[in-house]
């Protein structure tokens, strides 16, 4: 069965202080892997689309990486704005798109 | 260029009636999912709209239903709404290339009593 795990759930970091977040993955068929950013009362906001393993991609202060397993979301020197829940997916052979269940990061000043 | 609308933002329900919620989708997105949204079960897919037609569905019950408009436009239908059914519902359109880069509505907080 399809499954995505993200961990940790939650995160609290001092403003300046990097860190990842870990998304893991069992997909037959993998068409995508999708990082979003949602915050309190909002859609989520889409931040990047993986397709291959080795595959990197950068956006300001995060950078997103791949592997056969696993990716992750690196944030550089986050500031309070960072504050979110992100969100990975993944899309399977069979086009559906399984979401995780998140992990909210709290950026403190 | 104008995002992903949902109507209504806000709407309160009570046990057995029926909802219908709508969705405007990015102009030229061919593509509308619907989400529904909760603390304890996250970001779960309901069901995809592409052309008029159901082209996937997620595992929920038949009192879930939806239908998509020749303009794109879908709507969303719960029948016999269950307290468990209080949510947000997000809609999110894509170009419906592969893979799916989706673009989120607002949402719309269902609240059943």
């Known amino acids: 069965e399809d499954q995505v795990t993200q961990s940790p759930e939650a995160l609290r970091l001092q403003e300046g202080e990097s860190s990842s977040l870990n998304c893991s993955y069992t997909v037959s068929g993998l068409r995508g892997l999708f990082w979003y950013r949602q915050d309190p009362g909002k859609g989520p906001e889409f931040l990047f689309t993986?397709?291959?393993a080795g595959e990197e991609k950068e956006k300001e202060r995060l950078k997103a990486t791949l592997t056969k397993k696993e990716s992750f979301l690196h944030i550089t020197a986050p500031k309070p704005e960072d504050s979110a829940t992100y969100l990975c997916a993944v899309q399977g052979g069979d086009d559906k798109i399984i979401f995780g269940k998140g992990t909210r990061l709290h950026i403190l000043p | 260029k104008a995002g992903v609308t949902q109507t209504p933002r806000y709407l309160i329900k009570t046990r057995g009636q029926q909802v219908t919620l709508s969705c405007s989708p990015i102009?030229?997105?061919?593509?509308v999912s619907w989400y529904q949204q909760t603390p304890g079960q996250g970001l779960q897919f309901l069901f995809e709209?592409?052309?008029?037609?159901?082209?996937n569905k997620g595992n929920f019950p038949g009192r879930f239903s939806g239908r998509q408009f020749s303009n794109s436009r879908s709507e969303m239908n719960v029948s016999t709404l269950e307290l468990g059914d209080s949510a947000l519902y997000l809609c999110?359109?894509?170009?419906?290339?592969?893979?799916?880069?989706?673009?989120f509505g607002p949402g719309t907080r269902l609240t059943v009593t």
């Open positions: 999110a359109s894509s170009f419906a290339g592969q893979p799916y880069e989706q673009y």
């Open positions: 102009s030229g997105h061919r593509s």
């Open positions: 993986l397709y291959s």
């Open positions: 709209y592409f052309s008029e037609t159901q082209r």
